[in-house]
T-cell receptor, first 116, second 111 residues
Framework: GAVVSQHPSRVICKSGTSVKIECRSLDFQATTMFWYRQFPKQSLMLMATSNEGSKATYEQGVEKDKFLINHASLTLSTLTVTSAHPEDSSFYIC????????????FGQGTRLTVV | QKEVEQNSGPLSVPEGAIASLNCTYSDRGSQSFFWYRQYSGKSPELIMSIYSNGDKEDGRFTAQLNKASQYVSLLIRDSQPSDSATYLCAVNSQAGTALIFGKGTTLSVSS
């Protein structure tokens, strides 16, 4: 399958600081990437859809000013958690599609964020 | 609200048995269906996709889809302890949109 690389895999930050997570499609171009969040023993919850060259579409209840998404190229999308708080501690996962019309999505390795 | 429902389990089967995982979805317009496997602390890994009614087999895995009943299942034959994981059912209603995930079923295969 296609390879999606996510970095960092783990990060610990202090409350009030910002953290940037990168998601790269290594061997294909992704016009659309998706950001999910997963709390322990819960399913993946879609946070936003990231479109190359345009503004991200956020799901209801997700603060766009807190979770900044940038998709500046066909192979890179970033999620920045601004002014992080302990309740933002979670597993953040990005995914990307290989091509338009193909529904298969491949996931990055995930980022375990801990805010202390 | 589009929903995907799964029994959370845990589903326990002995090694060598068949594990049967089930999933129902609410959006009748759904077109694509997937099963992902997720080990603890890891991201999901795609194991099966199915797009039309009937069965699709890949090795020890068989996905079954019944759109009339809005039901999709995954059978794992000859279950191995390494199959122990959480299995996520995911549904896509429209090309280009995100997958909607169920909460997952935890499978435990005992040796």
């Amino acid at each position: 399958g296609a390879v999606v690389s996510q970095h960092p895999s783990r990060v610990i930050c202090k409350s009030g600081t910002s953290v940037k997570i990168e998601c790269r499609s290594l061997d294909f171009q992704a016009t659309t990437m998706f950001w999910y969040r997963q709390f322990p023993k819960q399913s993946l919850m879609l946070m936003a859809t990231s479109n190359e060259g345009s503004k991200a579409t956020y799901e209801q209840g997700v603060e766009k000013d807190k979770f900044l998404i940038n998709h500046a190229s066909l192979t890179l999308s970033t999620l920045t958690v601004t002014s992080a708080h302990p309740e933002d501690s979670s597993f953040y996962i990005c995914s990307a599609r290989v091509a338009t019309g193909t529904a298969e999505a491949f996931f990055g390795q995930g980022t375990r964020l801990t805010v202390v | 609200q589009k929903e995907v429902e799964q029994n959370s389990g845990p589903l326990s089967v002995p090694e060598g048995a068949i594990a049967s995982l089930n999933c129902t979805y609410s959006d009748r317009g759904s077109q694509s269906f997937f099963w992902y496997r997720q080990y603890s602390g890891k991201s999901p890994e795609l194991i099966m996709s199915i797009y039309s009614n009937g069965d699709k087999e890949d090795g020890r895995f068989t996905a079954q889809l019944n759109k009339a009943s809005q039901y999709v299942s995954l059978l794992i034959r000859d279950s191995q302890p390494s199959d122990s994981a959480t299995y996520l059912c995911a549904v896509n209603s429209q090309a280009g949109t995100a997958l909607i995930f169920g909460k997952g079923t935890t499978l435990s295969v005992s040796s």
